[in-house]
């Protein structure tokens, strides 16, 4: 670090924070980076990445793409290489294996899939040594009297930090977002969209034994009425990552929890009227299983990203439901676009004006992308389980519609989003002189 440069605190340690600060110390900036674990770690399985993704981490850095591609999986038969998934029929009763296919989307690059903690792993490796603190679960921060003093960062072990600027990386649970909207805000917490997921990891010999390969080694979506069932390959096509996807009224038990202990005996339960490729699918998983309930921030969205020398990015601001497979990509979107602000000469030569007047100008430019984003999976969600209203079991529709949604992800352009929001720096540091 160069002490005679602001600090920026970077809080959480996840995919987003890490990249983040990835993005940052490579143009120079100064960066302290806390983490509530006592060590990096990323916790789920499969996590996909679409186009606009892959150009945001390159604009993060270099170093971030080719780490990437160390651990991206894709679809393993050349023919579909370009394939992001097939949606078939799995409520039907066709022969396991021999699904009809009621439409395909596809892109110039096709699915690419990452084990999360496998992805997590590359990242870690491209952060300075040194600027890492584990152990330190934000409690809350104080905002400074003037421009001369510094943001206080309390954490639950009792000590303090002291930064210039503080971003908040912490995730759908994010103790960010919450002191920034106020702990009793409906908004301070992620709320339950009555979806839940099982999900597994089944070796891939034994998918393509049960399945066959065409089936297994490629990215397919099964859909159905009230679920979905999606499986893609990951870990160099080794493994086969399985969905499931339910949708029930019933509330969910333990709000604080956002997974709960579950069998394999009731994903047969839930998917008891899908078809006989997802009974196969389920008979192979572990036979215990966790649940994992599905939340977002789609009920009360944040009405700014920023407050003063504070700002949050990725899930802490605009935590999504994982329909799209876009969720991961919009935060490598908002890394780049924040590292381009607080990199430019306009808004380091500000000093603390500067912070303010990039994360306003980060929010300004964010919102409306990502807020759409999280709205849109949960139509696609739907979609899926042909619970969309205008369109339900209508396959023509939900796939002509799902493609006009996805290819809005997919054709983002992330030199556009940062030349767009360098092209507001002049105005913002006016606002805030």
Known sequence: MNPTQPVIAVVGGGISGVILTIALTRRGLNVQLY??????GEIGAGVAFGPNAVRAMGVCSPDVTRAFETVVTRN??????QVWFDFCDGFSD????EEKVLFTLANEMGVMSVHRANFLDAMVK???DGITQFNKRLESIEEPDSLNDKVKIKFQDGTEALADAVIGCDGIKSRTRAWMLGQNHPGAKPVYTHKYAYRGLIPMEKAIEALGEQNAKNAKMHLGRDGHFLTFPVQGGK????VAFRTKSDPWPDQSRMTKPSTKEAAFADFKDFGPTVQKIIELLEPNLDIWGIFDTGDHPMAAYNKGRVCVVGDAAHATSPHHGAGAGICIEDSAVLAELLASPEIRAAGMRGFEAAFQIFSDCRKERTQWLVQSSRRSGDLYEWRAKGVEDDFEKIGAECKERCEKI???QIEDMCHDALSCV???LQRVN
């Open 35 to 40: 983490e509530q674990a006592a060590k990096f």
């Open 76 to 81: 393993q038969s050349p023919e579909k290489q």
């Open 94 to 97: 066709y022969p396991v294996g």
């Open 126 to 128: 491209l952060v300075p």
């Open 239 to 242: 493994t086969m990552n399985v």
């Open 410 to 412: 997919w054709d983002g």
């Open 426 to 428: 002049a105005t913002a």
